[in-house]
């Protein structure tokens, strides 16, 4: 199973962190916003460490990476 970033919608309060801490993986909306919130989207093996980056660095913890088992 491959490993999926997702951003929880009710969480995400627009801070920013998470695509500025993953550019390659996440961007932003036309107010701020993640684009990715309330979707999940999979994330290749060379892009673990951005997702990774991405969830520590969100203050409301609404990024959220599943890496399976």
Do not use: K
Request: charged share 30%; net charge negative; proline share 6%.
């Amino acid at each position: 199973m491959a490993a999926r970033l997702s951003v929880d919608e009710t969480r995400c309060m627009g801070h920013g962190r998470c695509y500025d801490a993953a550019p390659r993986l996440l961007s932003d909306d036309d107010e701020g916003f993640v684009t990715l919130r309330g979707q999940s989207m999979p994330v290749p093996a060379d892009l673990l460490a951005d997702a990774r980056r991405a969830v520590a660095a969100c203050p409301e913890r609404a990024v959220r990476l599943d890496e399976g088992s």
